[in-house]
């Protein structure tokens, strides 16, 4: 297993520790520790693109695992800050379900031997929602207008880069003769 996998296999190591101190009280520094935990998370998807891109180690299973891993930690943050009441259930519904749907899009695509790359909207997206995750975890008063600014444009770029996805890939859902 090359270095980018590792990294993407740490990331979904790190996932059930974020939780813990997301969610179960231990010490009065929980939450920080799960914001360290899901920054160090989300950097580790940021390094092991670039290694693999760089020095080729591009593999199927990183293909398959990065984004899985990436939706895992995302959605897995989500769903614990509407535990933690931080988040309305409706914005984490269509963020999940964004990215059922273009996990669908990308099966059907690959069953007709086409494979859809991540798009700018999706790596703006994405950027968005883990800065919302960090800012809702931080939890910091003085920063309140600025985290339901990222929280927004994180939602309205979910939608965005979901319509992208449609649009430019429309041609995979027509049925072959």
């Known amino acids: 297993m090359n270095l980018p996998n590792k ?3 740490l990331r979904v190591f790190m996932i059930p520790f974020f939780i813990v101190f997301l969610l179960i009280p231990v010490t009065p520094y929980d939450k920080w520790i799960a914001l360290a935990i899901f920054i160090l998370a989300s950097l580790t998807d940021l390094l092991d693109g670039k290694i693999a891109r760089k020095y080729h180690l591009v593999t199927n299973f990183g293909k398959f695992m990065d984004p899985l891993a990436d939706k895992l930690l995302v959605c897995a943050a989500l769903i614990c800050l509407i535990e933690l009441n931080k988040i309305p259930a409706w914005m984490v519904i269509i963020i999940i379900a964004r990215e059922f749907i273009i996990s669908g899009f990308r099966l059907v695509a690959s069953d007709n031997g086409v494979v859809i790359a ?48 449609l649009v430019k890939n429309k041609d995979v859902m027509k049925e072959k003769k």
Do not use: N, P
């Not at 929602?129 to 008063?141: F, H, K, P």
């Not at 929280?151 to 319509?163: N, Y």
């Open 7 to 9: 990294l993407t296999m």
């Open 118 to 165: 991540a798009s700018y909207w999706g790596k703006f997206k994405t950027t968005f929602q883990m800065v919302a995750v960090c800012l809702l975890i931080a939890d910091v008063e003085a920063l309140s207008l600025v985290t339901q600014i990222v929280l927004w444009i994180a939602v309205i770029l979910t939608v965005v880069s979901l319509v992208d996805y």
